[in-house]
């Protein structure tokens, strides 16, 4: 099975300020890279797929890069509202998620 | 506008089989390249992949747990259908459905959620 290594399991920044999570494959995925927000009691939300593409409707402070085993999702510029723990996904069969990044306001 | 839903038990005894319904409208699991998955995540621990179901009947399953999952359609229904046996209080955890397109497991609409507590 691949293994996701997500990286920090946990994030404390201040309002406006860039933030960056990694994801970190076992075997080389291509593109297949989903990144999701959940925020206390919710189901996660799709922020974007494919590794890089900004699902409909999310804004565009929040972005995705990589290919084949090392991936970075950004905030661009941290707002309130984005306290969610963040989680990384492939989907080359079998799927797995990473552990996680709990993000909060410092 | 897609809208999904588990339905369940919420208590199941350790060795009982677990069986959740996942009622949506929508969409069609008729359509070429939809697929349901069933995701968990036990209290404060990350997302745990369980099965996917495609529109032409391909199945996929968590290799760690296919000896105890099922997963089936009925598309007159709109339903999805997961069984899990020989429940374990390890296997305490929300059970999320969720929907997918272009025969890929990206999970662009989910469920709410149901809590399963596995206890005697």
């Known amino acids: 099975d691949i293994q996701m290594t997500q990286s920090p399991s946990s994030l404390s920044a201040s309002v406006g300020d860039r933030v960056t999570i990694t994801c970190q494959a076992s075997q080389d995925i291509s593109n297949y890279l989903n990144w999701y927000q959940q925020k206390p009691g919710k189901a996660p939300k799709l922020l974007i797929y494919d590794a890089s593409n900004l699902e409909t409707g999310v804004p565009s402070r929040f972005s995705g890069s990589g290919s084949g085993t090392d991936f970075t999702f950004t905030i661009s510029s941290l707002q309130p509202e984005d306290i969610a723990t963040y989680y990384c996904q492939q989907y080359d069969n079998p799927y797995t998620f990473g552990q996680g990044t709990k993000l909060e306001i410092k | 506008q897609i809208t999904l839903k588990e339905s369940g038990p919420t208590l199941v005894k350790p060795t009982q089989t677990l069986t959740l319904t996942c009622t949506f409208s929508g969409f069609s699991l008729s359509t070429s390249g939809v697929g349901v998955g069933w995701i968990r995540q036990p209290p404060g621990k990350a997302l745990e992949w369980l099965a996917l179901i495609y529109w032409n009947d391909d199945k996929r399953y968590s290799p760690s747990l296919k000896s105890r999952l099922t997963i089936t359609k009925d598309t007159s229904k709109n339903q999805v259908v997961l069984t899990m046996t020989n429940m374990d209080p390890v296997d305490t955890a929300t059970y999320y459905c969720?929907?997918?397109?272009?025969?890929?497991?990206?999970?662009?609409?989910w469920g709410q959620g149901t809590l399963v507590t596995v206890s005697s």
């Open positions: 969720a929907h997918s397109q272009l025969y890929e497991a990206i999970f662009d609409y």
